[in-house]
């Protein structure tokens, strides 16, 4: 089974930033698109960043201008820049792969997430 490591999460203030990073195998990352996908407690987890293996990018509309995916071919990574980070940002993050045609569908299963938490 592939796995998906999460990382970089952490309590951070209204305004600041974190950057989060996902680890899998190489075929998986080079062969597929990722996705960064979050979810907020009493909400269905949601799309956020995605990035196929061409390097073409898309966002949620909430987080436009505000995140930025990007990847690491050589060390299998794809990260998460958040800034300007607001409370509704609040949840635990998870990415995952897919073909990049439908970022809601995804093919791997689903790892422990990183938790990020917005406040004051």
């Known amino acids: 089974q592939v796995q998906l490591v999460e990382s970089g999460g952490g309590l951070v203030q209204p305004g600041g930033s974190l950057r989060l990073s996902c680890t899998t195998s190489g075929s998986r990352f080079r062969n597929n698109a990722m996705g960064w996908y979050r979810q907020a407690p009493g909400n269905q987890r949601e799309f956020v960043a995605g990035?196929?293996?061409?390097?073409?990018?898309n966002y949620a509309d909430s987080v436009k201008g505000r995140f930025t995916i990007s990847k690491d071919n050589a060390k299998n990574t794809v990260d998460l820049q958040m800034n300007s980070l607001k409370p509704e940002d609040t949840a635990v993050y998870y990415c995952?792969?897919?073909?990049?045609?439908?970022?809601?569908?995804?093919?791997?299963?689903w790892g422990q997430g990183t938790q990020v938490t917005v406040s004051s």
């Open positions: 995952n792969y897919g073909l990049g045609n439908n970022w809601n569908l995804v093919l791997g299963s």
């Open positions: 990035i196929t293996s061409l390097g073409k990018t």
